[in-house]
């Protein structure tokens, strides 16, 4: 069993504490444990991510074409794709490398750019996909189709599409709405529109939603709040169901329950009427 570290370079005391449990970890089951570079990495049985919500991104990005499971270990902040805590680490790793351990499948977005039918672009992503003005400090004029039917125009600061992994990151600070992960389902969210009328919209995961930027407007897309392209007025973005997804290593059916309860402070009424 080949374990992966996927984790960023940076001053952290929770991460310094959590690579030092791997490490000893790693030495006294005399087990190798690859870092780097990502070629490796893709190469591995199981990745753990360790940090936050964005590592475990960046992880999923690389296990994206073989579906590698993911495990990960929260030293970050406030996340939902780190499960684990670092006082977890020796038990995670005794059962990746036992083989002995479950996975979740999370669905992902396929999102392609197209110019007269022809494609130019195309990203996969786990949480969604964020169009923009790319003028700052400008609102975007975006036109939706759903399944080849007219949706509507979006005025606002922003649009974004959102898988339910996705439903409790931006979309969720934007106001949409929380979608359990295992939903077969995506959420239309648009950030602080013009009219008071629009609202977020869930869709089925089989629908295919196509945006295009109104005369005038050119937009930003930022994939998984990382990477960025431009769409032209001429172009085309379609978005559909990946038949890629991310499995996630876990320890029951509770963790995402937990997680509401821990992250969103969801602890119910301190005292009686």
């Not at 970890?25 to 070629?39: D, L, N």
């Not at 400008?138 to 005025?155: D, Q």
């Not at 089989?206 to 172009?235: P, R, W, Y």
């Amino acid at each position: 069993m080949k374990i992966g570290i996927v984790t960023r370079r940076e001053e952290n005391p929770k991460l310094a504490l959590a690579l030092e449990a791997i490490r000893h970890w790693a030495k006294a089951k005399s087990t190798r444990i690859i870092y780097s570079p990502e070629k490796r990495l893709k190469e591995c049985d199981v990745l753990v991510a360790v940090g936050g919500d964005g590592t475990v991104l960046a992880a999923a990005h690389l296990a994206c074409e073989r579906e590698i499971p993911i495990a990960g270990i929260n030293a970050g902040r406030v996340g939902f794709l780190a499960e684990y805590g670092i006082e977890e680490i020796p038990a995670v790793l005794d059962s990746l490398a036992s083989g002995s351990f479950s996975t979740q499948s999370r669905i992902m977005l396929d999102c392609s750019v197209f110019i007269k039918k022809k494609k130019i672009l195309s990203r996969t992503v786990l949480n969604e996909i964020y169009l923009r003005a790319y003028a700052p400090g400008k609102m975007i004029n975006l036109e939706v189709e759903l399944n080849g039917n007219y949706l509507t125009e979006y005025w606002a600061d922003g649009l974004m599409l959102a898988t339910p992994t996705g439903s409790t990151a931006y979309s969720l600070s934007a106001g949409g709405p929380i979608i359990y992960p295992s939903a077969e389902a995506f959420v239309l969210t648009p950030v602080n529109s013009i009219s008071l009328s629009v609202r977020p919209l869930i869709i089925p995961s089989s629908d295919v939603c196509k945006i295009k930027c109104v005369q005038g407007n050119i937009a930003e897309m930022v994939f998984d709040g990382h990477f960025t392209e431009q769409l032209n007025e001429n172009a085309e973005l379609r978005i559909c169901r990946s038949r890629f997804v991310t499995k996630f290593v876990h320890a029951d059916d509770s963790g995402f329950v937990r997680a509401l309860r821990e992250k969103l402070g969801w602890k119910g009424f301190v005292g009686r009427f």
